[in-house]
């Protein structure tokens, strides 16, 4: 079964700071997932990425399949950015037809 | 615009109750998960589902049970809640892929059992 890591936990930045998130997965997978939650519950995709690099407005999210590793990177951050990140990987590796496992997420602060 | 639509988003319930938790989508996927989300664990898958009554165990199924009589919707069953079955409740749908497509989730679903 795959084991997702994140780092960090909680971050606190100011306003207009470069923020990256770290996701590391154990077992080899076919594409790794970016997820958002806001308070209240709602958890909205990001970015489902296999290889390279995808964007997506001030949001850019990268993989390095060989080493098993992604990260979320938010360029000139903004306080509407406060949210939990959470990355996902297959369960049993692969193309994860069983279902995902997460990370436990990324807590992010934004001060105005 | 796509949906994972989840019945109650609050619900309060008594130990020994019977609890179901509703979940439809609208996009015509195959897969359904239901999950839990409490604090310090994240999210962990409680059952699946492939295809209409086709059904599998996730990584924490027990003392829940599940339907899919119908490919849109996906319930979730507590035979006798439980107060460790406090927790958020999400449902989610995908295409065949599973991991290799967008998964979409509903609002989520906050039980109480007191």
């Known amino acids: 079964k795959n084991e997702v890591e994140q780092s960090p936990q909680n971050l606190t930045a100011q306003e207009g700071e470069f923020i990256t998130i770290n996701c590391s997965y154990s077992v080899g997978i076919s594409a790794l997932h970016w997820l958002q939650q806001h308070p209240g519950g709602g958890i909205v995709s990001l970015f489902m990425?296999?290889?390279g690099k995808k964007k997506h407005g001030r949001l850019i999210a990268t993989i390095n399949i060989q080493e098993k590793h992604s990260s979320l990177h938010i360029t000139a951050s903004h306080p509407r950015d406060s949210a939990v990140y959470i990355c996902a990987a297959p369960r049993g590796g692969g193309g994860g037809a069983d279902g995902l496992t997460f990370g436990k997420g990324t807590h992010l602060i934004i001060q105005p | 615009d796509v949906k994972v639509t989840q019945s109650s988003r609050y619900l309060v319930k008594r130990t020994g109750e019977k609890v179901f938790l509703e979940c439809v989508q609208d996009?015509?996927?195959?897969?359904m998960f239901w999950y839990r989300q409490d604090p310090g664990l994240g999210l962990r898958l409680i059952y699946f589902?492939?295809?209409?009554?086709?059904?599998e165990k996730g990584d924490i199924p027990e003392g829940y049970s599940v339907s899919r009589e119908k490919k849109e919707r996906f319930s979730l069953i507590l035979e006798s809640a439980s107060t460790n079955q406090t927790s958020m409740y999400l449902c989610?749908?995908?295409?065949?892929?599973?991991?290799?497509?967008?998964?979409?989730f509903g609002e989520g679903s906050w039980l109480t059992v007191v």
């Open positions: 989610a749908s995908s295409l065949p892929q599973g991991a290799g497509n967008t998964i979409y």
């Open positions: 996009m015509d996927h195959e897969n």
């Open positions: 589902s492939y295809d209409v009554k086709m059904k």
């Open positions: 990425l296999s290889s």
